[in-house]
C-alpha cells in the first residue's frame, strides 16, 4: 500500500487561451492518493485513487474546491484453461485538461469520464473455446457553454467461438454489438451490429497471417429520422519476424455512419536493440466523403548513459462530424532527460501541434523545462516552468507558466 501527498504552488497567465487574454491565476493544489497493489501466481490486483484540494485566485476571484480526481482499478486472473479482465476508471478535471483534442483547448466547464470493462475467455486448452467482451463509457461535462461538448454514453459488447484447428491455425467467429447515445439539441442514438469471422496462421517460423472478414449493419436515429448503412468491415494484416524486432503489412476496410467507407493500407517496423526503441509505420487512408490522405508515425527512444532522448512524429487523418469533414493531425514532439546526479533529474520537453480542416487550422507549440530532486527517501522536490503559443481562426494567443511541488510517499506492506 502507497500513500502519497503533495503540494503544488501553479501560477499560470491566460491559462485557456482565450483571446483576448486572460489574467494571471495562482493555484494552490493538495493532492492525496492512494495505491493498492497485490499479486499471487494467478492473479493480480491494481487500485489507485487521487484527488485533491483546489484554492485558486484570478480574474474571476478566490475559490477553493475539489478537483483532479482520478480513480483506476485492474484485476486480472489467469489459470490455464481461463483468463478474466475487470477494469475501471474514473477521472473528472476541467473541461481543457483532457489534452485529447486540440479544439478542446479553453473549454469552460468540467468533465467527468467514466470506463468499466470486462472481458473472460474459456476453453483455452480445449479445441473450442469461448470469449466474451463487454464494455461501458460515459461522458459528462458541466456548466460548459460549447454546444459541441455533450454528454454521452456508449455500451460495447463482443461475442466469438475461438477455434484452434492446429498449433499454427485459429479461427473465430462472432458478433460485436455497440449502442451510443449523445445528449445533443435531439438525442442522437446509434446502434451498430457486426458479424465477422477470422483466421490467425502461422505460415513459417517467422511469418504470420491475420485475417477478418466482417459486415456491419448501423442504425442511427435523430430527431427522429432514421438512417441505415451497411457495409464491410475487414482487415489483413502479415508481420514477419527480423533478426531484429519485426515488419508488417495491414489492409483495413471500415464502415463508419458517418464518414462512409474507409480504406487504409499501412506498412510498419518495430525493433528494440541494446539502448533504442524504434517503431515507424508509413501508409495511405482514402475515405468516400475526404479522398485519400498520408498518414505515419515514428517513435524512437534512446537511453543515454546519464539519461534518455526521444523523438515522436504523428500524422492521422480523422472525420468531424460537426463540419461533414476531414481533419488532418500532425504531431512532432522531442523529449530530454538528464541525471544531474543521483538524486536530480533535469526534463525538457518540446511540442508542435497541426489539426487542419476546411474550417479551422489549429497550430500549438508548447515548450517545457523542469527539475526533479529527491530530499530524502521517501520526500521529493520539483519544479518547472511552461510557455505555450496557439494560433487559430481567433488569432495568436501566449500562456506562461511555472510550478514547485513538495510531495511524500508512505509505503506499507500488510
Known amino acids: 500500500m502507497t500513500f502519497g501527498i503533495e503540494n503544488r504552488l501553479e501560477i499560470s497567465r491566460n491559462d485557456d487561451l482565450s483571446i483576448p ?21 494467478i492473479d493480480r490486483l491494481d487500485f489507485g485513487v487521487t484527488g485533491g484540494i483546489i484554492a485558486r485566485d484570478g480574474d474571476s476571484g478566490s475559490e477553493i474546491d475539489f478537483g483532479r480526481t482520478a480513480l483506476t482499478f485492474a484485476y486480472h486472473r489467469e489459470v490455464p484453461s481461463a483468463v478474466l479482465d475487470l477494469a475501471a476508471e474514473f477521472r473528472t478535471d476541467d473541461a481543457d485538461a483532457f489534452g485529447d483534442d486540440l479544439g478542446d483547448v479553453g473549454a469552460v466547464g468540467t468533465r467527468s469520464d467514466l470506463l468499466l470493462s470486462a472481458r473472460l475467455e474459456t476453453g483455452r486448452t480445449s479445441t473450442v473455446g469461448l470469449a466474451f467482451g463487454l464494455a461501458y463509457d460515459r461522458t459528462e461535462y458541466q456548466d460548459t457553454i460549447d454546444p459541441d461538448l455533450v454528454d454521452s454514453d456508449e455500451w460495447r459488447a463482443d ?18 454489438y455497440r449502442h451510443r447515445e449523445e445528449e445533443d439539441l435531439g438525442t442522437t442514438t446509434t446502434d451498430a451490429g457486426t458479424v465477422f469471422a477470422g483466421l490467425d496462421y502461422a505460415i513459417s517460423e517467422r511469418t504470420d497471417l491475420s485475417v477478418e472478414l466482417g459486415y456491419t449493419d448501423t442504425e442511427t436515429e435523430d430527431g427522429g429520422v432514421i438512417e441505415h448503412d451497411r457495409g464491410p468491415d475487414a482487415s489483413i494484416r502479415l508481420s514477419y519476424d527480423m533478426p531484429v524486432g519485426t515488419a508488417y503489412a495491414l489492409l483495413r476496410v471500415a464502415t463508419d455512419a458517418d464518414e462512409g467507407q474507409r480504406e487504409t493500407f499501412e506498412i510498419g517496423r518495430a525493433f528494440e536493440a541494446q539502448r533504442d526503441t524504434f517503431s515507424a509505420s508509413l501508409g495511405l487512408t482514402h475515405g468516400d466523403e475526404t479522398g485519400t490522405d498520408l498518414i505515419g508515425s515514428l517513435e524512437w527512444t534512446r537511453a543515454l548513459p546519464d ?3 526521444g523523438l515522436r512524429v504523428q500524422r492521422s487523418v480523422a472525420y468531424d462530424v460537426d463540419d461533414d469533414a476531414s481533419v488532418t493531425d500532425s504531431t512532432f514532439s522531442l523529449s ?5 546526479n543521483d538524486t536530480t533529474t533535469f526534463l525538457f520537453d518540446a511540442s508542435y501541434e497541426n489539426s487542419d480542416s476546411p474550417s479551422e487550422r489549429i497550430e500549438q507549440i508548447s515548450l517545457d523545462a523542469g527539475v526533479s530532486h529527491m530530499l530524502t527517501a521517501d520526500w521529493s522536490l520539483s519544479g518547472g516552468m511552461g510557455y505555450t503559443i496557439r494560433h487559430d481562426a481567433g488569432g495568436r494567443a501566449e500562456s506562461p507558466s511555472v510550478f514547485v511541488a513538495i510531495s511524500r510517499d508512505f509505503q506499507f506492506r500488510p
Do not use: P, Y
Not at 487574454?21 to 501466481?41: D, R
Not at 530530454?336 to 544531474?340: E, Y
Open 21 to 41: 487574454a486572460s489574467g494571471t491565476e495562482i493555484a494552490n493544489v493538495t493532492l492525496l492518493s492512494f495505491g493498492l497493489s497485490s499479486e499471487t501466481a
Open 159 to 176: 461475442l466469438a467461438a475461438i477455434l484452434r484447428f492446429s498449433e499454427v491455425a485459429t479461427g473465430r467467429v462472432g458478433i460485436r
Open 336 to 340: 530530454w532527460a538528464k541525471n544531474l
Open 307 to 309: 539519461g534518455s532522448v
